[in-house]
């Protein structure tokens, strides 16, 4: 999607520095951290939302979540909140699908 913020970065267009990246997914810390921590894991697919999985993305969703516990266990992290917001009502403002990954002095959402 050419006007994405979320495809651009995954494409290595802004010059985000990556705590992790592979074939399908990046890893990168959020612009307005919420926490002490706040990382996002985002595809490299552009999906908007959860409403908008197919069963082909069974596999990428499945990597998505078992990066959770794996960058936190590499950012020596043993507690934290995920979060994905699903529509503009729940304070989705990138509409390209990505985990929130939270820990340490947890500020409000939203
Ligand atoms: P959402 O509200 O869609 O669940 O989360 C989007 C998150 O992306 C927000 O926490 C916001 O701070 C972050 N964000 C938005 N634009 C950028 C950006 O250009 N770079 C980074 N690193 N994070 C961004
Ligand atoms: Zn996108």
């Known amino acids: 999607m050419d006007d ?18 592979d074939e399908t997914v ?3 810390n959020d612009i307005q951290p919420k926490a002490d921590t706040h990382i996002l894991v985002v ?8 409403i908008h999985l197919n069963d ?3 596999t990428l ?13 590499k950012l020596g ?3 934290f909140r995920t979060i994905v917001n699903t529509g503009a009502e729940s ?3 990138v509409d390209h699908l990505h985990f929130h990954l939270l820990s340490g002095n947890l500020r409000p959402f939203g």
């Open 26 to 28: 990046v890893v990168f």
């Open 61 to 73: 969703m499945g990597h998505m979540v078992q990066m959770l516990p794996k960058m936190a266990s």
């Open 43 to 50: 595809s490299k697919k552009h999906i908007p939302s959860l």
């Open 56 to 58: 082909e993305d069974t």
């Open 4 to 21: 994405c913020i979320f495809c651009k970065i995954a494409n290595g267009e802004m010059d985000t520095q990556f705590l992790y990246e």
């Open 91 to 93: 304070g989705q403002e």
């Open 77 to 79: 992290i043993n507690s």
